[in-house]
Nanobody
Framework: QVQFVESGGGLVQPGGSLRLSCAAS????????MGWYRQAPGKQRELVAS???????NYADSVKGRFSISRDNAKNTMYLQMNKLKPEDTAVYYC??????????WGRGTQVTVSS
């Protein structure tokens, strides 16, 4: 059974950087689109960034110019480089993967805390 596992979260000071990873555990034939979502306490889960199989990207306005999404198709892995982090970026970050028609996967999430 395929699972996707996030890593790379942690505590960072404002202005700092983190790099999140989302890797497939198990055999998977192909991945269509991938994305990062986040959910802060008391708020709805929101899309942060997404990337298609062809490499087209999309970002939430709040992270444009600071975050960068990428993927390694050979490794079925996705990354989120987060720079110039702000306290309002504090949330649990989840990876979301479309691996076929109707085949959606969610990771369990990784906590990102931005605080001095």
């Amino acid at each position: 059974q395929v699972q996707f596992v996030e890593s790379g979260g942690g505590l960072v000071q404002p202005g700092g950087s983190l790099r999140l990873s989302c890797a497939a555990s198990g055999t998977i034939s192909g991945i269509y689109s991938m994305g990062w979502y986040r959910q802060a306490p008391g708020k709805q889960r929101e899309l942060v960034a997404s990337i298609t199989s062809g490499g087209s990207t999309n970002y939430a306005d709040s992270v444009k110019g600071r975050f960068s999404i990428s993927r390694d198709n050979a490794k079925n892995t996705m990354y989120l480089q987060m720079n110039k982090l702000k306290p309002e970026d504090t949330a649990v970050y989840y990876c979301n993967v479309l691996a076929g028609p109707g085949m959606w996967y969610w990771g369990r999430g990784t906590q990102v805390t931005v605080s001095s």
